[in-house]
């Protein structure tokens, strides 16, 4: 695909093009982290969107009223987790339905982040934390080191500590994982709040590139979450799928979007281009899955 | 002795199958009549069920001819066999269990104009169905409130309801307690009296005897003999099967036990467990009969954590551990075979060496990283001490035969560290060679000092590798008998509350 896009217009593999690409795809990509937890768990989490929203607007607050960086992201961080938690409590204690929970919680939080604003964005803060974003760490934009980083810490945890055991073997069979011992209602509660710490994360480094944080931000991205993780092969009944798949997957969808930008094609038609690929690449591993059996 | 049924109703001919790297089937001949009950039996990898899929249409066929009255047919999807005939039972019943008995039976063939149901047409198709097979349930009650004999024969309903000719029928009593066999063995008297023929695949050996015509041995791929069942006897068809000599089929080892390993006292449980008390010491296999839904399982998951007590005490060595999840029970040393192996002691879509150590993770980590090596070392160990048939350790326990993943669940509470073994009917779905092997195993474990308490509804595998045996009934302790004293019918009798 990157071959054809680079045939027809030359501008798409600079380095310049590329490393712009990486950094739209940075927020997406962290979003998706989380969201791959949660997936492999067997669950799913609608509120990533409103919870980027909720934590970003906390974390403007914060330093607004004079926090330095530092406390301002642990605010944010912390907002992102409690949210997890909620989500995954009365989820693994209520019993409630993943989907439930997470879409009530999207409305929640979204209200929340209105209310807590006045419905207003709050902009401008310091060059020190805005280069979150603008920075440079060798030379490579801050935000691309910034989702490797997290990209290489999530994939640790999720195949070499136990908790990432668990994880595997709560979404491939619930009870026999919980008859053999792991305290499967914990760990489902802490996937979640992986996820509301990744959806914070995502906010923090959205707020620094923009220099605002909106309360209508983050809206759609529960989708492109869930589609970056589910093209890179990650299975939506659980059990299976790694990291890696989904960081191909938001960087296939990055690139293919920017490939249909550069080429001038309208944005309605790229929705529908953007929707088509997500089906054929879910259609085609499902294929290659089948054979493998 | 049913019917010695007219011609050959259905011929394979010379079939072969192959997947990737392993031929499952060459040049299988197999010739069915009319009215005759044909069993085919063989061990787990011996074709048995890749020959049956070929017939329902599953499989493709790579060579080979199917004739069905003199007539060669092609079979490409399971729509062609249902439209000629051939009706399959799976273990896993084909049902919904959502719809009712009359919605499953007619799926697909719906009474109705212009789309719109019938429904007064569909009850009463239904009740005909019903009445073929002699099962009196009202056809408009959900699938999944009946049992599983009923299941059962709602299926057997199905299929006649479809014209069937040919049923074939996989495991069909694994999950049925003697009196239910027996209803189910009527049902197929009146279906082959009636020109059916019947394809019965099953390990039960008594049960060949009882209700079979004529056995057709397959192994390793090849059909190596077809007899009248009055013809041959046990050990020659387990020589066919496995070629070799299983003489004794229990190969218990009894010793003198050892200290108190395992204490109930009065333990009750709102999932259906009344006061039990029963004790199991070091080196005993102490087996636990009863007809279905007697309350064994839901004593077995009790005491493993698995569902909370309402009253009781549940001792290991002396100390009251009475344990409240599975984890308090693992820490005490206790171990669960879940009946369900698929479905709650495995997770299909892990490796062997991830399956083994979940619960013992915990062992093998520092500061939450797991150490690959040790759980691969453990992993590989286990394999090589209960000779587990894998390619590796890091295979998907999906691919494995039953009997294999039972060992696999085996390997993981010993890994474990488990004194005290719950297995509940350790040795269902699971074919004569690796039953022996498991038998050998738990020979081995009451060498070292464990002990097994064995959920078993199969009473000769509970006389013959029990020490001890008690009977549950309505979740009750309803008598203790010693195993070499007791008899069948003893046992029997108790289960059934008749005991004097």
């Known amino acids: 695909m990157c071959l054809l896009l680079w045939a ?70 912390a907002v992102g987790a409690l949210s997890g938690f909620v989500n995954g409590a009365v989820i693994s204690f209520g019993r409630l339905p993943p989907f439930i929970m997470t879409l009530g919680m999207m409305s929640v939080a979204r209200g929340a982040a209105l209310l807590f604003t006045d419905g207003r964005p709050i902009s401008g803060f310091g060059a020190g934390f805005r280069s979150i974003a603008t920075g440079r760490v060798l030379g490579v934009p801050a935000p691309i080191v910034l989702t490797l980083v997290i990209y290489g810490v999530a994939h640790f945890g999720l195949s070499r500590t136990r908790f990432g055991r668990y994880v595997y073997g709560i979404g491939g069979n619930e009870e026999a994982t ?95 281009v953007i929707g088509g690929v997500i089906i054929v690449a879910v259609l085609v591993d499902l294929m290659i899955k089948e054979k493998r059996a | 002795m049913t019917l010695q049924g007219g011609g050959a109703v259905l011929e394979m001919r010379a079939i072969s199958k192959a997947f990737p790297g392993v031929v499952a089937l060459d040049g299988v001949d197999f010739h069915l009549r009319a009215g005759e009950v044909h069993v085919l039996l063989g061990e787990n990898g011996a074709g048995k069920s890749t020959l049956m899929k070929i017939l329902s249409g599953a499989y493709a066929r790579d060579a080979g001819e199917i004739v069905i009255d003199g007539q060669p047919v092609i079979i490409s999807s399971p729509r062609d066999a249902q439209v000629l005939g051939i009706a399959t039972m799976y273990q896993e019943l084909s049902l919904v269990p959502q719809l009712t008995v009359a919605e499953n039976i007619l799926l697909g063939h719906e009474p109705s104009r212009a789309g719109v149901i019938h429904r007064a047409k569909l009850r009463e198709s239904a009740r005909r169905a019903l009445q073929d097979v002699g099962l009196d349930v009202d056809p408009d009650r959900r699938v999944d409130r ?181 984890r308090d029970a693992i820490a005490a040393g206790i171990g669960l075979l879940p009946e369900d192996r698929k479905r709650q002691g495995l997770v299909l879509a892990l490796s062997v060496c991830e399956n083994i150590g979940l619960p013992s993770l915990a062992r093998w980590s520092r500061l939450g990283i797991v150490s690959d090596r040790r759980e691969w070392a453990a992993a590989e160990r286990w394999v090589t001490d209960l000779r587990i048939k894998t390619p590796s350790v890091a295979e998907r326990v999906v691919r494995l035969s039953g009997g294999t993943q039972q060992k696999v669940v085996l390997a993981r509470w010993l890994a474990a560290d488990a004194r005290l073994l719950v297995m509940d009917e350790p040795t269902r779905g699971v074919d004569v060679g690796a039953k022996v092997e498991i038998y050998e195993l738990m020979n081995r474990l009451t060498d070292a000092g464990a002990g097994i308490l064995m959920i078993s509804s199969e009473l000769p595998e509970v006389l013959g590798m029990s020490d001890r045996i008690y009977v549950m009934r309505h979740g009750r302790i309803q008598a203790e008998l010693d195993a070499t004293a007791a008899t069948e019918e003893r046992v029997l009798q108790a289960a059934l509350g008749l005991a004097s």
């Open chain 1, 8 to 77: 027809l217009t030359p501008h798409f593999l600079t380095i310049a093009n590329a490393l712009n690409v990486m950094e739209q795809t940075a927020i997406n990509a962290i979003v998706a982290v989380g969201m791959t937890y949660v997936i492999i768990a067997g669950g799913i989490d609608l509120s990533v969107g409103s919870l980027v929203a909720f934590s970003g607007v906390t974390l403007a607050a914060a330093l607004k009223a004079g926090w330095p960086a530092a406390g301002a992201v642990a605010v944010a961080l």
């Open chain 1, 178 to 272: 919980r008859l053999s011992g792991v305290a499967v209602r914990f760990h489902k509660t802490m996937v979640y709040v992986v996820s509301g710490v990744a959806s914070a994360v995502a906010a923090v480094l959205l707020t620094a590139r923009l220099n605002t944080a909106q309360p209508i931000a983050g809206i759609m991205y529960e989708l492109d979450a869930i589609a970056a993780t589910v093209i890179g092969g990650t299975s939506l009944s659980g059990g299976e799928g790694t990291l890696a798949g989904t960081l191909i997957g938001a960087l296939t969808m990055a690139v293919l979007r920017n490939g249909l930008n550069l080429l001038g094609v309208s944005s309605f038609l790229q929705q529908l």
């Open chain 2, 146 to 326: 009946l049992g599983i004999a009923e299941q059962q024969m709602v299926e057997v309903a199905k299929a006649l309801f479809r014209r069937a000719r040919v049923l074939v029928m996989d495991e069909p009593t694994s999950a049925l307690t003697a009196r239910e066999i027996q209803r189910l063995f009527d049902v197929i008297r009146r279906v082959t009296a009636s020109g059916v023929a019947v394809v019965y695949i099953s390990h039960r050996m008594r049960e060949l005897a009882e209700i079979g015509t004529r056995v057709t041995v397959l192994r390793d791929g090849r059909a190596v003999g077809t007899f009248p069942l009055g013809d041959i006897s046990f050990d020659a068809l387990i020589r066919l099967m496995a070629n070799r000599e299983v003489r004794d089929h229990f190969p218990r080892r009894r010793r003198a036990p050892g200290n108190e390993l395992l204490r109930l006292e009065h333990l009750s449980a709102v999932s259906g467990v009344h006061d039990v008390s029963l004790t199991v010491r070091q080196g005993e296999i102490v087996g636990l009969a009863g007809l279905l839904g007697a309350g064994r399982t839901e004593l077995a998951r009790v005491v493993f954590g698995a569902d909370p007590s309402s009253g009781g005490r549940v001792l290991m060595h002396g100390r009251e551990i009475t344990p409240k999840t599975p």
